[in-house]
């Protein structure tokens, strides 16, 4: 069973910037999109930002402007660039990797990187 591991979260006070990455523990086929997720305590998850393996970025409205998700296609690495980072995004962020093939989808999900502001 191929995991996400996520990597490069911390304490970061109000301006700051975090680059947080996400790699596969195996080969994952057929990748449509990688992205990430967030999720503060007793809330639900919601979509942060994603791109597609042709390039294309989507982003939520929150953070659009101050983050930056790239990937590297080749590995299946997916990277977020957090800059100007506000008290509200603190969360845990997970990746998530879409593949696709002939009609079915696979989604792979990562465990988790805490992002906290100690201002």
């Known amino acids: 069973q191929v995991r996400l591991v996520e990597s490069g979260g911390g304490l970061v006070q109000t301006g700051d910037s975090l680059r947080l990455s996400c790699a596969p523990s195996?080969?994952?086929?057929?990748?449509?999109?990688m992205g990430w997720y967030r999720q503060a305590p007793g809330k639900q998850r919601e979509y942060v930002a994603h791109?597609?393996?042709?390039?294309?970025?989507n982003y939520a409205d929150s953070v659009k402007g101050r983050f930056t998700v790239s990937g590297d296609n080749a590995n299946n690495t997916v990277y977020l660039q957090m800059n100007n980072l506000q008290p509200e995004d603190t969360d845990v962020y997970s990746c998530?990797?879409?593949?696709?093939?002939?009609?079915?989808?696979?989604?792979?999900w990562g465990q988790g990187t805490q992002d906290t502001d100690s201002s």
């Open positions: 195996g080969r994952i086929l057929h990748t449509k999109w």
């Open positions: 998530n990797i879409r593949s696709a093939y002939l009609g079915a989808g696979h989604d792979y």
């Open positions: 791109i597609t393996t042709g390039g294309s970025a």
